[in-house]
């Protein structure tokens, strides 16, 4: 089988043998494409068209032909629709021909979205070589994990050879340090013939700050209207704006059409300044909903710090209107606060009433639903969630963002008692909520997950200062010499230690993280995903047990099943706790049937229960 997703930009192969190349460069006044030939160039006009279009089709490149756009005579730059870089973002781009891949997983239709338990990966630092052809080799121990859906980290062609992969310059390139296109196909159709969807994380609020040439030949891509922490706006909603909005739009397809991505995670979308009607997420969700049609399960997800809820509403029939889910900061903090005691930085917003504000998470959402941030400066935060499933709330206790945005990269295991860490991982894996892994944590990794990246050596430095001085609002680092300790993002040893270290497999400690988390999974998979197929007729409610640890959390099912979480998430013993009459489907080890029967929950214990 054949897939191939036709822009109107790029460098596009055609039926004939030709290959049709088209830029939008509105201040260029002559445009031309370089082909690299042998021990030379040649140098080809693109004949102007309307609305700053310049287009070439051409016998003179083929499948493989390495080639740059030349501007006004004066400058060499990539495709900025590159399908692929050989030689980094400020080499040539190379024509790709996409029907060349032979796909075999036709009669995949990805899985929908309630059976969703995911396993975010930085393909760079997951497997010692860091390519996408070794992703394939740890791909039956994720389904023994039981993940049924593996996140990848942007892999859009960034600058060096190593970055989280939000510095990308050219979207519609996987990075060459990770492979060739055709690597990443081929990854993505195993997993799809072990039932695993693949979804990936894609940045359309910034581009990186090396090797982005749009300024030069297209400043109609940005505006200073509009200010996000990377400077300029994208141009979403000004003059000239659809061609811009044109690029991103089609930029989500071909991953889905092209590369049968499963789904889509939207980065920081709070930054993507639009003011205009209908709003670019508005836009992008009903394009891709109208272009894949209703035969494939395919999912969109955002990370929002606004927590606007509006974009996850259902249709009167239950279904996806736009976006199924969105990464549930509130649940992390909140999770965090009461397994670390840690309260710095955003951690303050949830250092007040921890339980309450963990019970609203695991019930409602968000727990930001128009309140106070006394964080942000006294701003609302959040609109409410009524109606919503539970499922369109991704709940961690670890990923990138959260393990990678400490100063040293510290995983959760490092920094907070063992027995509040299980009590945490029982309570979000078996919540309705989707949950979400980081990469390692299934096995108790100690390694870090550092901030790293491969800048030309003049921004390096500036980088380095501005990942140091982030820190300054918190406590530990107010004094500028310990902020000098925080690793160089730019050293090579610091993405060394970002690598996961799959040898801590061997030691029992490090097993017996891993059986905790199959276990539950598989408890997930056996005992809350059946209910969750008409998920938003879920009636959920929480109680606080008043001056202590306790909680108790229900939901009840549309079939009529009731499900029933009790935990003492405190470090002292509680008593007179109501169990439920109903199964108990897991109990921390530390509770027994007699002290249950009791009322009697031990520190940091966990129990759930399914009443029929």
Same mark, same amino acid.
């Given at each position: 089988?054949?897939?191939?997703?036709?822009?109107?930009?790029?460098?596009?192969?055609?039926?004939?043998?030709?290959?049709?190349?088209?830029?939008?460069?509105?201040?260029?006044?002559?445009?031309? !494409?370089?082909?690299?030939?042998?021990?030379?160039?040649?140098?080809?006009?693109?004949?102007?068209?309307?609305?700053?279009?310049?287009?070439?089709?051409?016998?003179? =490149?083929?499948?493989?032909?390495?080639?740059?756009?030349?501007?006004?005579?004066?400058?060499?730059?990539?495709?900025?629709?590159?399908?692929?870089?050989?030689?980094?973002?400020?080499?040539?781009?190379?024509?790709?021909?996409?029907?060349?891949?032979?796909?075999?997983?036709?009669?995949?239709?990805?899985?929908?979205?309630?059976? #969703?338990?995911?396993?975010?990966?930085?393909?760079?630092?997951?497997?010692?070589?860091?390519?996408?052809?070794?992703?394939?080799?740890?791909?039956?121990?994720?389904?023994?994990?039981?993940?049924?859906?593996?996140?990848?980290?942007?892999?859009?062609?960034?600058?060096?050879?190593?970055?989280?992969?939000?510095?990308?310059?050219?979207?519609?390139?996987?990075?060459?340090? %990770?492979?060739?296109?055709?690597?990443?196909?081929?990854?993505?159709?195993?997993?799809?013939?072990?039932?695993?969807?693949?979804?990936?994380?894609?940045?359309?609020?910034?581009?990186?700050?090396?090797?982005?040439?749009?300024?030069?030949?297209?400043?109609?891509? /940005?505006?200073?209207?509009?200010?996000?922490?990377?400077?300029?706006?994208?141009?979403?909603?000004?003059?000239?704006?659809?061609?811009?909005?044109?690029?991103?739009?089609?930029?989500?397809?071909?991953?889905?059409?092209? %590369?049968?991505?499963?789904?889509?995670?939207?980065?920081?979308?709070?930054?993507?300044?639009?003011?205009?009607?209908?709003?670019?997420?508005?836009?992008? =969700?009903?394009?891709?909903?109208?272009?894949?049609?209703?035969?494939?399960?395919?999912?969109?997800?955002?990370?929002?710090?606004?927590?606007?809820?509006? %974009?996850?509403?259902?249709?009167?029939?239950?279904?996806?209107?736009? %976006?199924?889910?969105? &990464?549930?900061?509130?649940?992390?903090?909140?999770?965090?606060?009461?397994?670390?005691?840690?309260?710095?930085?955003?951690?303050?917003?949830?250092?007040?009433?921890?339980?309450?504000?963990?019970?609203?998470?695991?019930?409602?959402?968000?727990?930001?639903?128009?309140?106070?941030?006394?964080?942000?400066?006294?701003?609302?935060?959040?609109?409410?969630?009524?109606?919503?499933?539970?499922?369109?709330?991704?709940? /961690?206790?670890?990923?990138?963002?959260?393990?990678?945005?400490?100063?040293?990269?510290?995983?959760?295991?490092?920094?907070?008692?063992?027995? #509040?860490?299980?009590? =945490?991982?029982?309570?979000?894996?078996?919540?309705?909520?989707?949950?979400?892994?980081?990469?390692?944590?299934?096995?108790?990794?100690?390694?870090?997950?550092?901030?790293?990246?491969?800048?030309?050596?003049?921004?390096?430095?500036?980088?380095? =200062?501005?990942?140091?001085?982030?820190?300054?609002?918190?406590?530990?680092?107010?004094?500028?010499?310990?902020?000098?300790?925080?690793?160089?993002?730019?050293?090579?040893?610091?993405?060394?230690?970002?690598?996961?270290?799959?040898?801590?497999?061997?030691?029992?400690?490090?097993?017996?993280?891993?059986?905790?988390?199959?276990?539950?999974?598989?408890?997930?998979?056996?005992?809350?995903?059946?209910?969750?197929?008409?998920?938003?007729?879920?009636?959920?409610?929480?109680?606080?047990?008043?001056?202590?640890?306790?909680?108790?959390?229900? &939901?009840? /099912?549309?079939?009529?099943?009731?499900?029933?979480?009790?935990?003492?998430?405190?470090?002292?013993?509680?008593?007179?706790?109501?169990?439920?009459?109903?199964?108990?489907?897991?109990?921390?080890?530390?509770?027994?049937?007699?002290?249950?029967?009791?009322?009697?929950?031990?520190?940091?214990? !966990?129990?759930?229960?399914?009443?029929?």
């Amino acid at each position: 089988m054949k897939r191939r997703h036709n822009m109107p930009f790029g460098a596009e192969c055609r039926d004939d043998g030709s290959v049709r190349f088209r830029l939008w460069a509105p201040s260029a006044k002559r445009v031309e !494409v370089s082909l690299a030939a042998a021990n030379r160039s040649v140098n080809l006009p693109l004949k102007q068209i309307d609305d700053g279009w310049f287009e070439l089709v051409t016998d003179a =490149a083929q499948s493989g032909t390495q080639y740059r756009f030349r501007i006004d005579d004066a400058q060499n730059v990539p495709d900025p629709a590159s399908r692929f870089q050989p030689r980094d973002v400020h080499g040539p781009s190379e024509v790709i021909d996409p029907e060349a891949f032979d796909w075999q997983d036709a009669d995949w239709k990805g899985r929908p979205w309630e059976e #969703a338990a995911i396993y975010e990966v930085h393909v760079g630092a997951f497997t010692p070589s860091g390519k996408f052809s070794s992703l394939c080799n740890r791909l039956d121990y994720l389904v023994d994990l039981g993940i049924t859906a593996i996140e990848l980290m942007p892999v859009a062609d960034f600058p060096g050879r190593r970055n989280w992969g939000y510095d990308g310059v050219l979207p519609f390139a996987p990075d060459s340090s %990770y492979g060739r296109p055709e690597d990443l196909k081929r990854f993505i159709q195993l997993a799809h013939a072990r039932g695993i969807m693949v979804l990936l994380d894609v940045v359309y609020n910034h581009f990186g700050p090396e090797g982005n040439y749009l300024n030069s030949y297209a400043p109609q891509f /940005f505006t200073n209207r509009h200010r996000t922490p990377w400077g300029n706006a994208i141009n979403f909603d000004g003059p000239e704006s659809r061609a811009v909005r044109d690029f991103f739009i089609h930029n989500a397809v071909y991953w889905l059409d092209e %590369y049968h991505f499963d789904g889509l995670r939207l980065d920081a979308v709070h930054a993507i300044m639009d003011d205009s009607t209908p709003h670019f997420l508005t836009e992008l =969700a009903e394009t891709v909903r109208n272009v894949v049609g209703s035969d494939r399960r395919v999912h969109l997800i955002l990370e929002n710090e606004l927590n606007q809820a509006h %974009y996850l509403q259902l249709t009167e029939e239950c279904k996806t209107k736009a %976006y199924n889910a969105q &990464w549930n900061d509130d649940i992390h903090h909140v999770l965090h606060v009461l397994v670390t005691g840690e309260k710095d930085g955003y951690y303050s917003d949830y250092s007040s009433h921890p339980l309450a504000r963990l019970g609203r998470c695991l019930c409602e959402g968000f727990d930001y639903q128009g309140e106070i941030s006394l964080y942000r400066n006294g701003q609302r935060r959040g609109e409410r969630t009524i109606g919503l499933p539970p499922s369109a709330f991704i709940s /961690f206790l670890q990923n990138h963002d959260q393990v990678g945005n400490r100063a040293f990269g510290e995983r959760i295991t490092t920094i907070g008692d063992a027995r #509040a860490v299980r009590a =945490a991982i029982a309570i979000f894996l078996l919540a309705p909520s989707s949950p979400l892994l980081f990469m390692g944590e299934e096995f108790g990794v100690e390694t870090p997950f550092l901030f790293f990246c491969d800048f030309e050596k003049s921004l390096a430095p500036a980088v380095a =200062a501005g990942r140091r001085n982030e820190f300054a609002r918190f406590a530990r680092f107010n004094d500028p010499s310990a902020r000098e300790g925080i690793p160089d993002p730019s050293a090579p040893t610091t993405f060394k230690a970002s690598k996961l270290d799959w040898h801590d497999l061997a030691h029992p400690r490090h097993q017996e993280w891993l059986i905790l988390y199959r276990n539950l999974l598989k408890l997930r998979f056996q005992h809350i995903v059946p209910g969750l197929s008409r998920g938003c007729d879920v009636k959920a409610g929480y109680e606080v047990y008043e001056d202590s640890s306790g909680l108790t959390s229900h &939901w009840q /099912f549309p079939d009529g099943s009731k499900l029933t979480l009790v935990a003492n998430l405190g470090a002292n013993t509680l008593t007179g706790v109501t169990i439920p009459e109903a199964q108990m489907i897991y109990a921390s080890d530390e509770v027994s049937d007699t002290t249950l029967k009791k009322g009697i929950l031990p520190p940091w214990s !966990v129990v759930w229960f399914l009443e029929s």
